[in-house]
Every structure is written in structure tokens, then in C-alpha cells.
């Protein structure tokens, strides 16, 4: 296929439809290759190893986040507010746990996200099984260098997902196509 010169796009018309073909401008964005070599996957991992010390305080930090927000909701109960707030601390510690290298608090923080997210009148979450959910996730990251840890924090995991599971059955009840929902097989493989 020949390269056109103009930059007006071309159409060409056949029976019942018209193809039209945009100027491609695109060519004018992108730079010839050169010698150096750029591996932005490569400078990304560089900077994390960079970083990689600072992990273990930022998840400290975010413990200490999730930590004030159930301590906002003991005091005040689930509000607006609180109820975000608690909402925001767990999904951002289900999100950074591999990242900053405790992918095994990712499957707590999930679980108490799906309590939070999907219980319908936020003043019947137990108060009970939020702390269980904050508790589990601050002893996983206290005791991340034990030997047994993964395997511990995996049956702690599933319990509190089973329990959060049959809360949020109760609760939701009385509307089954949101059972179905929350409760459909995930779309990624192995998730």
C-alpha cells in the first residue's frame, strides 16, 4: 500500500457504503527510533526498588488511616462521612498491598470493602466484624516476616470472607438480583 501525500482523508465509495480513510498525523507524534533505547517497564521497576524501602511505612501509614477511621465510626457511627471514610482506607489498602508488598492483606481489606460497599442500610454493619476486618489487617502487616504468615493470614482471609458473605446474603435478601451480582464468578481467571 502506497503512502498518500496529502493530509485530506480520502473516501471511496462502493455500492451502498462509503470508506473513508483519516490523514494519518499520528506519523508527525512519533520520533524515529535512535541508538538510545528506552524501557519505560524497566525505569518503572528501577523506581519502585528505589523506593521499595519506604513500603513498609507507607503500609504503617495506611494502617494507622484505617485504624482512625474505625475509631471514627465507634464514635460516631456510620454516617456519610465515616462510612466513606472506612469505605476509602480499606479499598486503598486493598490496592497498594501488592504493590508495597503485603499482597496478603489484599484479600481482608477486599472483604471488608464488599461489607462496607454492599451492605444496604450501613447502620446494620456489625461493628463486631468490622473490628475483626481492621484487627486482621493490622496483625498480617505487624507479623508479615513470619514463616507461617501467608498461610495463616490465608485461612483468616477466608473466614472473614465466609462470615461477611452469609452477613451480606441476610442483608441483601429481599433483593436477589443484587445476590447475583455481588455474588457472580469473577471475570479474570483465577481471581
Known amino acids: 500500500m502506497s503512502r498518500r501525500k496529502d493530509e485530506t482523508p480520502s473516501v471511496a465509495t462502493y455500492g451502498d457504503y462509503e470508506v473513508i480513510t483519516p490523514p494519518h498525523e499520528l506519523r ?11 524501557d519505560p517497564v524497566g525505569r518503572a521497576e528501577a523506581a519502585l526498588a528505589e523506593l521499595s ?7 504503617d501509614s ?10 471514627d465510626v465507634k464514635r460516631d457511627g456510620f454516617t456519610q462521612k465515616t462510612h466513606e471514610i472506612l469505605f476509602r482506607a480499606a479499598h486503598d489498602i486493598k490496592g497498594e498491598a501488592g504493590t508495597f508488598g503485603f499482597p496478603a492483606v489484599a484479600g481482608v481489606a477486599e472483604s471488608l470493602c464488599r461489607l462496607v460497599e454492599h451492605t444496604p442500610d450501613m447502620q446494620r454493619i456489625p461493628l463486631t466484624l468490622v473490628d475483626q476486618h481492621v484487627d486482621a489487617i493490622r496483625a498480617v502487616v505487624r507479623e508479615y516476616d513470619r514463616l507461617d504468615l501467608l498461610a495463616a493470614a490465608a485461612v483468616l482471609t477466608k473466614r472473614l470472607r ?3 458473605d452469609e452477613f451480606l446474603k441476610t442483608e441483601n435478601g429481599f433483593r436477589p438480583d443484587y445476590l447475583e ?5 469473577p471475570l479474570v481467571p483465577g481471581a
Do not use: H, K, Y
Open 162 to 164: 465466609d462470615v461477611t
Open 28 to 38: 508527525r507524534a512519533v520520533a524515529p527510533a535512535g541508538d538510545v533505547v528506552d
Open 62 to 71: 495506611e494502617c494507622d488511616r484505617l485504624e482512625a477511621a474505625r475509631q
Open 181 to 185: 451480582n455481588i455474588f457472580a464468578p
Open 53 to 59: 524501602s519506604e513500603f513498609s511505612g507507607w503500609m
